[in-house]
């Protein structure tokens, strides 16, 4: 069955860069997530989207924004990036706003030099 | 997370019963989740309770759901070596933060053979 597709798989950048991290949902799921997990930590939640538009923000930086696209993919874009950004980055996906069951990609490994 | 708690760490020799316990404060969330994570991988969803029920068994593994002392267990039988990963429990945001999933700190399980 196809799964949620994040790429890069890994990303090095240095301080001050930025990066375009990029999600492909589970194909008729109209949900995406975006988490941030850091070393030996819980993954957290970032912000959401729902049919293209913002459903949720949480604990994401002024730093950082994302989108949907009409395709349903996400990218999640990071500016500034400091070293404490440094973390693996997931993005997950819903059937259907509402149904909270989500499935998660591999994630993106961003690692700030 | 702050709103759900996890022991850290636990060891079961091959074979034996593994229970992993979590407890969690929102008492609107929808569901309950049990999420797997080896080593540099993604969270695999293992299974989901909704909140009105109080257990679900699948195949290996059975959820107990105490909503009154807010507890979720994950009981996994005859484990094996390839069970040995990061165990996160989560709760949906239900009334008060929809779809978004709060984790907790995720329980180390090792598997002694």
């Known amino acids: 069955a196809a799964g949620v597709i994040q790429s890069p798989r890994h990303l090095i950048k240095e301080k001050r860069e930025t990066a375009t991290l990029k999600c492909y949902p589970i194909p008729r799921h109209d949900t995406v997530y975006w988490y941030q997990q850091g070393p030996g930590q819980d993954p957290q939640f970032l912000i959401s989207f729902y049919e293209k538009m913002q459903s949720d923000k949480g604990s994401i930086p002024d730093r950082f924004s994302a989108q949907q696209f009409s395709d349903y993919h996400s990218e999640l874009n990071m500016s500034s990036l400091e070293l404490g950004d440094s973390a693996l980055y997931f993005c997950?996906?819903?059937?259907?706003?509402?149904?909270?069951?989500?499935?998660f990609g591999q994630g993106t490994r961003l690692t700030v030099v | 997370g702050e709103d759900v708690e996890q022991s850290l760490f636990l060891s079961v020799r091959e074979g034996d019963s593994s229970v992993i316990n979590c407890t969690y404060t929102?008492?609107?969330?929808?569901?309950l989740y049990w999420y797997k994570q080896e080593p540099g991988a993604g969270l695999q969803l293992l299974t989901y309770i909704f909140s009105n029920m109080d257990m679900k068994q699948d195949q290996r593994l059975t959820v107990l759901l105490n909503k009154k002392d807010k507890h979720l267990s994950l009981r996994i039988a005859d484990t094996q070596t390839g069970d040995s990963a990061i165990y996160f429990c989560?709760?949906?945001?239900?009334?008060?933060?929809?779809?978004?999933?709060?984790f907790g700190e995720g329980t180390q399980l090792t598997v002694n053979p």
């Open positions: 989560a709760e949906d945001g239900g009334e008060t933060s929809g779809s978004r999933l709060t």
């Open positions: 929102d008492s609107s969330s929808t569901y």
């Open positions: 997950a996906s819903s059937p259907r706003q509402g149904r909270t069951e989500a499935f």
